[in-house]
């Protein structure tokens, strides 16, 4: 079955950086484009990026500058890096792959930035 785990979350200082990573099984990896989302405390779920099975990558407007997307199709992963950090980044990031029209969604990675 499809499998999305995420992992490299975590509580940082404003100004630092993560590399968030998504470990996908259970599909043809390569074959299918990634996103990540994130959800804030209060707010809805929004679209970070998203990277074709080639490796195009594409940025929400708001997402453009700090954030990194980039896939290993070797090693079935999707990762996410988030660089100059702030505050308002604190969200539950989480990886989504769309298989023939059904959605799937990793359990998410929190990441919190605080000092």
């Known amino acids: 079955q499809v499998q999305l785990v995420e992992s490299g979350g975590g509580l940082v200082q404003p100004g630092g950086s993560l590399r968030l990573s998504c470990a996908a099984s259970g599909f043809t990896f390569s074959s299918y484009a990634m996103s990540w989302y994130r959800q804030a405390p209060g707010k809805e779920r929004e679209l970070v990026a998203s990277?074709?099975?080639?490796?195009?990558?594409f940025y929400a407007d708001s997402m453009k500058g700090r954030f990194t997307i980039s896939r290993d199709n070797a090693k079935n992963t999707v990762y996410l890096q988030i660089n100059s950090l702030k505050p308002e980044d604190t969200a539950v990031y989480y990886c989504k792959a769309v298989l023939i029209g059904r959605h799937y969604w990793g359990q998410g990675t929190q990441v919190t930035v605080s000092s």
């Open positions: 990277i074709s099975g080639g490796g195009t990558a």
